[in-house]
């Protein structure tokens, strides 16, 4: 069985403070994903990894940063939270293959006060 | 790029009806079609996928879809739901022509009361 797992499950920081989320999957996947989930909106891409030290901008990146110096860890990255970026962080991994789904961590509940 | 629009936001059924959850991707192209489930308190997981052949394709539990090209849509159904069916399903479009990347519907939560 794939497992995604995310470093937390809960987290709670402070506006302006700088937040580390941490993904890692065991099954040699070259994409890793990282969504924000929010009520009504779905999941909306932040950024992905196709590769190590490779990265692309999703959807919506702005104010988040991420980081891949493993095949096996994806980090996402606030440099300075705001209260606008309180959501549920969905990481996923996948090979690349046509037709190939993703497989997705338990997600990281985060609130900036 | 692609949007995903999902008709319903929340739908409450009783037990046995029959389910019909709409998806619609916006333009054509290679496309590879998912739905996603997600029970309460539970990872994100495939339900079932569509990338070639038989466009009716079923799923876990019970669950299938059909995609029909000319109307950019991948309908997911269910003939019977059970109360265990109360989760939230999204639908999910890979587009091949267009990055590579999935881009997801807002989400139907469905509620199937006993």
């Known amino acids: 069985d794939v497992k995604v797992t995310q470093s937390s499950r809960y987290l709670v920081k402070r506006t302006g403070e700088k937040v580390f989320l941490e993904c890692v999957q065991d099954?040699?996947?070259?994409?890793m994903f990282w969504y924000r989930q929010d009520p009504g909106l779905g999941l909306r891409l932040i950024y992905f990894s196709y590769d190590v030290k490779m990265k692309e901008k999703g959807d919506i990146p702005e104010g988040y940063s991420v980081s891949r110096e493993k095949k096996e860890r994806f980090s996402l990255i606030l440099e300075s939270a705001s209260t606008n970026q309180t959501s549920m962080y969905l990481c996923a991994s996948g090979p690349f293959r046509n037709g190939e789904t993703q497989y997705f961590g338990p997600g990281t509940r985060l609130l900036v006060l | 790029a692609q949007s995903v629009s999902q008709h319903n936001h929340h739908v409450i059924l009783s037990e046995a009806a029959s389910l019909e959850l709409g998806c619609n991707y916006s333009?054509?192209?290679?496309?590879?079609l998912f739905w996603y489930v997600q029970y309460p308190g539970q990872h994100l997981q495939l339900l079932l996928k569509y990338f070639s052949g038989d466009p009716l394709v079923k799923g876990i539990k019970g669950f299938e879809a059909e995609f029909i090209k000319s109307k950019f849509s991948f309908n997911l159904r269910k003939p019977s739901v059970q109360w265990s069916d109360t989760a939230e399903y999204f639908c999910a479009v890979r587009d091949w022509g267009a990055g590579n990347m999935l881009t997801f519907g807002g989400g139907t939560r469905l509620m199937v009361k006993p």
């Open positions: 099954m040699d996947h070259e994409n």
């Open positions: 333009y054509g192209g290679t496309v590879n």
